[in-house]
């Protein structure tokens, strides 16, 4: 059985990986500030430090107390448009931040290195579905942030053999289909659990932005993957790394538009959703959906719950038990 530190594990993804790895029977350590993260999100049988990623001490003092057999780094800002805004803040806390903790994980000999990675590479990406190939162009400081760690992990692979995989992340929905983790973000920005909050009424209305894309009903298309089957990439991806560092798109290959996931939420809950059609927000871009083949040509790797309906329904079950959130704040 492995030893893995999750930097982030208290947070979204990052404590469905958490689940995996404990359900693998593996030992788990979290590294979190909890600023985003929740400490309830922490699964019992798992260590949780909180500190900072900039306290170097505090790093050290973990990652001296190995040998681990990976670290899994998903600690980050992640809101594309807050990125735009504060673009120094992205690439301080993010890639550097990031590269100081790929250089104290090659300093302590941690042999093996998972990044939290994001379709936001691609910015407008000229092929869809979008390839491992596809041009990279990040579309803002929060995907540059990303690039510049997977370069970083580049080279500390061809000068100091760390293997990594860097996954590349579409639309990360859903929740543990056991109940025992799910979305809560503050502020909340994310498609799924806002359309379910208007289908509560907990909010008067679903804001969609902009029904004038070159899509077939106008409203953009995205590659909703359910977090758990995220989760498990990284298991698989990790296998993987025997064979030497990947980089891989994490998605399920099939899109759907906002329009679409709206009416979802309709029918899984039973109840209307009002929407109203405001204007386009800056940056988004019309389609983004992955090709996932090599992904599970290469791992072996399968989506369990790859259908919409799926996704929406483990989403929904767990924002109606938890009305506000974690409650932890
Ligand atoms: N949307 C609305 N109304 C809302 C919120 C979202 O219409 O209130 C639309 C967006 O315009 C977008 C889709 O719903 O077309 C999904 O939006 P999300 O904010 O849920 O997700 P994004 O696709 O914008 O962002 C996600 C991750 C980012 C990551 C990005 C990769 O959250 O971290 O994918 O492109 F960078």
Not at 61 to 68: E, H, I, K, T
Not at 128 to 134: Q, Y
């Amino acid at each position: 059985m492995g030893r893995y530190l999750v930097t982030g594990g208290a947070g979204y993804v990052g404590c469905h990986l958490v689940l995996a790895l404990m359900d693998a029977g593996h030992t788990v350590t979290v590294y979190d500030n909890l600023r985003q993260g929740h400490r309830a999100a922490v699964p019992p049988g798992a260590t949780l430090i909180a500190a900072e990623l900039a306290d170097v001490a505090a790093l050290n003092a973990v990652l001296a107390d190995g040998p681990w057999d990976a670290v899994f780094h998903f600690a980050a800002l992640s809101l594309v448009g807050e990125s735009m805004k504060r673009p120094f803040h992205y690439l301080m806390e993010n890639a550097a931040l990031g590269i100081r903790l790929i250089e104290a994980c090659v300093a302590h000999g941690v042999p093996r290195f998972v990044l939290s990675s994001t379709a936001a590479l691609f910015g407008n990406p000229e092929h869809i579905p979008i390839s491992e190939d596809e041009r990279i162009d990040p579309g803002s400081p929060y995907g540059e942030s990303k690039l510049m760690l997977e370069r970083a992990l580049f080279w500390a692979d061809r000068i100091h053999g760390l293997r990594s995989a860097c996954l590349r992340y579409f639309n990360a929905a859903g929740a543990d289909p056991a109940g025992r983790a799910g979305e809560d973000h503050n502020p909340e920005t994310h498609l799924i659990p806002l359309v379910i909050d208007a289908a509560l009424a907990r909010r008067p209305e679903i804001a969609v932005f902009g029904d004038d894309y070159p899509t077939p009903d106008g409203t953009c298309i995205r590659d909703y993957i359910h977090v758990s089957d995220l989760a498990e990439a990284h298991l698989r991806a990790l296998a993987r790394l025997e064979e030497g560092s990947v980089t891989y798109n994490l998605g399920n290959g099939a899109g759907h538009s906002v329009k679409q996931v709206i009416r979802m939420v309709e029918q899984v809950s039973g109840r209307t959703v009002p929407a109203r059609i405001v204007g386009r927000r800056a940056g988004d871009p019309a389609i983004l959906v992955a090709a996932s083949d090599k992904l599970r040509r290469e791992t072996g790797w399968a989506p369990r719950y790859d259908d919409l309906e799926t996704i929406v329904t483990h989403a929904f079950a767990w924002r109606q038990a938890h009305p506000r959130g974690y409650d932890d704040r």
